[in-house]
Protein backbone atom coordinates (compact mmCIF):
# COMPACT_ATOMS: atom_id res chain seq x y z
CA UNK A 1 0.00 0.00 0.00
CA UNK A 2 1.43 3.31 -0.92
CA UNK A 3 1.18 6.00 1.60
CA UNK A 4 2.56 9.27 1.69
CA UNK A 5 4.91 10.16 4.74
CA UNK A 6 2.52 12.61 7.01
CA UNK A 7 -0.33 10.21 6.82
CA UNK A 8 1.43 7.66 9.31
CA UNK A 9 0.16 10.29 11.34
CA UNK A 10 -2.85 10.80 10.59
CA UNK A 11 -4.30 7.50 10.38
CA UNK A 12 -3.30 6.92 13.84
CA UNK A 13 -5.52 10.15 15.14
CA UNK A 14 -8.09 8.82 12.82
CA UNK A 15 -11.62 9.33 14.91
CA UNK A 16 -14.45 9.20 11.86
CA UNK A 17 -14.03 12.60 11.01
CA UNK A 18 -12.79 13.68 7.37
CA UNK A 19 -13.97 15.71 4.03
CA UNK A 20 -16.96 14.32 2.97
CA UNK A 21 -19.25 10.69 3.29
CA UNK A 22 -16.96 9.29 0.94
CA UNK A 23 -13.69 10.23 2.40
CA UNK A 24 -14.63 9.31 5.23
CA UNK A 25 -16.48 5.71 4.89
CA UNK A 26 -12.88 5.34 2.74
CA UNK A 27 -10.23 6.12 5.12
CA UNK A 28 -12.83 4.39 7.81
CA UNK A 29 -12.14 0.91 6.01
CA UNK A 30 -8.97 1.96 5.28
CA UNK A 31 -7.86 2.73 8.80
CA UNK A 32 -9.76 -0.66 10.24
CA UNK A 33 -7.78 -2.72 7.26
CA UNK A 34 -4.16 -1.49 8.67
CA UNK A 35 -5.53 -1.91 12.25
CA UNK A 36 -6.55 -5.77 11.54
CA UNK A 37 -3.68 -6.17 9.59
CA UNK A 38 -0.77 -4.03 11.10
CA UNK A 39 1.90 -6.36 9.12
CA UNK A 40 0.84 -4.76 6.43
CA UNK A 41 3.73 -3.60 3.70
CA UNK A 42 3.37 0.04 3.51
CA UNK A 43 5.71 2.30 0.53
CA UNK A 44 6.25 5.74 1.38
CA UNK A 45 5.37 7.44 -1.53
CA UNK A 46 5.80 11.39 -2.65
CA UNK A 47 2.36 12.66 -3.93
CA UNK A 48 -1.44 10.84 -3.25
CA UNK A 49 -1.69 7.64 -1.64
CA UNK A 50 -4.13 5.22 -0.98
CA UNK A 51 -5.66 7.54 1.60
CA UNK A 52 -6.15 10.63 -1.48
CA UNK A 53 -8.04 7.53 -3.54
CA UNK A 54 -11.09 9.45 -2.40
CA UNK A 55 -10.47 12.97 -1.42
CA UNK A 56 -12.45 15.69 -2.95
CA UNK A 57 -8.91 17.81 -2.57
CA UNK A 58 -7.53 15.23 -5.10
CA UNK A 59 -7.80 16.46 -8.46
CA UNK A 60 -6.39 15.03 -11.12
CA UNK A 61 -3.81 12.64 -8.84
CA UNK A 62 -2.66 16.24 -7.36
CA UNK A 63 -3.88 17.50 -4.00
CA UNK A 64 -5.22 20.72 -3.90
CA UNK A 65 -3.03 21.59 -1.20
CA UNK A 66 0.03 20.91 -2.72
CA UNK A 67 2.49 23.23 -1.32
CA UNK A 68 1.16 22.50 2.34
CA UNK A 69 1.05 19.19 2.73
CA UNK A 70 4.55 18.39 0.68
CA UNK A 71 5.83 20.69 3.80
CA UNK A 72 4.32 18.20 6.42
CA UNK A 73 5.66 14.99 4.49
CA UNK A 74 8.98 16.43 3.99
CA UNK A 75 8.85 17.59 8.13
CA UNK A 76 7.74 13.60 8.48
CA UNK A 77 10.60 12.22 6.66
CA UNK A 78 13.35 14.73 8.38
CA UNK A 79 11.78 13.87 12.18
CA UNK A 80 11.67 9.79 11.54
CA UNK A 81 15.02 9.38 9.70
CA UNK A 82 13.03 8.11 6.65
CA UNK A 83 13.36 8.60 2.90
CA UNK A 84 10.85 7.69 0.13
CA UNK A 85 10.59 4.88 -1.29
CA UNK A 86 11.35 3.15 2.18
CA UNK A 87 9.08 -0.34 2.85
CA UNK A 88 7.87 -1.86 5.97
CA UNK A 89 5.50 -2.91 8.28
CA UNK A 90 2.43 -0.64 9.04
CA UNK A 91 2.62 -1.06 12.29
CA UNK A 92 6.77 -0.45 12.18
CA UNK A 93 6.46 2.75 10.56
CA UNK A 94 3.65 4.29 12.50
CA UNK A 95 5.28 3.39 16.12
CA UNK A 96 8.52 5.13 14.70
CA UNK A 97 6.47 8.40 13.93
CA UNK A 98 4.76 8.05 17.14
CA UNK A 99 7.97 7.94 18.91
CA UNK A 100 9.80 10.40 16.86
CA UNK A 101 6.60 12.49 16.67
CA UNK A 102 4.06 12.40 18.93
CA UNK A 103 6.20 11.42 22.13
CA UNK A 104 8.32 14.12 21.35
CA UNK A 105 5.63 16.72 20.53
CA UNK A 106 7.21 17.34 17.59
CA UNK A 107 3.27 17.70 16.07
CA UNK A 108 3.14 21.00 17.21
CA UNK A 109 5.23 22.09 14.31
CA UNK A 110 4.62 19.32 11.47
CA UNK A 111 1.05 19.36 12.35
CA UNK A 112 0.10 23.01 12.87
CA UNK A 113 -1.35 24.20 9.51
CA UNK A 114 -3.61 21.64 9.34
CA UNK A 115 -7.77 21.88 10.09
CA UNK A 116 -7.89 18.64 11.98
CA UNK A 117 -4.91 19.79 14.91
CA UNK A 118 -6.90 20.75 17.60
CA UNK A 119 -8.85 17.57 17.26
CA UNK A 120 -5.84 15.87 16.60
CA UNK A 121 -4.26 16.99 20.10
CA UNK A 122 -6.95 15.14 21.91
CA UNK A 123 -6.93 11.65 20.41
CA UNK A 124 -4.74 9.28 22.10
CA UNK A 125 -2.75 7.01 19.32
CA UNK A 126 -2.93 3.15 20.11
CA UNK A 127 0.52 1.92 18.43
CA UNK A 128 2.81 2.02 21.06
CA UNK A 129 6.60 2.67 19.93
S1 LIG B 1 -3.27 17.39 12.65
FE1 LIG B 1 -3.64 17.00 10.46
S2 LIG B 1 -1.65 16.32 9.67
FE2 LIG B 1 -1.57 16.11 11.89
S3 LIG B 1 -2.22 14.02 12.34
FE3 LIG B 1 -4.05 15.30 12.45
S4 LIG B 1 -5.00 15.20 10.42
FE4 LIG B 1 -2.86 14.50 10.23
S1 LIG C 1 -6.08 16.77 1.47
FE1 LIG C 1 -4.52 16.19 -0.07
S2 LIG C 1 -3.03 14.90 1.06
FE2 LIG C 1 -4.90 15.01 2.31
S3 LIG C 1 -6.09 13.19 1.72
FE3 LIG C 1 -6.78 14.90 0.43
S4 LIG C 1 -5.58 14.77 -1.47
FE4 LIG C 1 -4.54 13.54 0.10
Known sequence: MKIRPHHLLCIQKYTG???DAAFTAHMTALVSGLSDRPQTRVTLTKGCDALCLA???NID????SLEKVDKMDAAVL???GLSYGISAPWEQLAR????????TGKEETVCSGCQWFSLCRETE?????
Open 17 to 19: HGY
Open 55 to 57: CPH
Open 61 to 64: GVCT
Open 78 to 80: NAC
Open 96 to 103: RAKKQIFM
Open 125 to 129: TTYEP
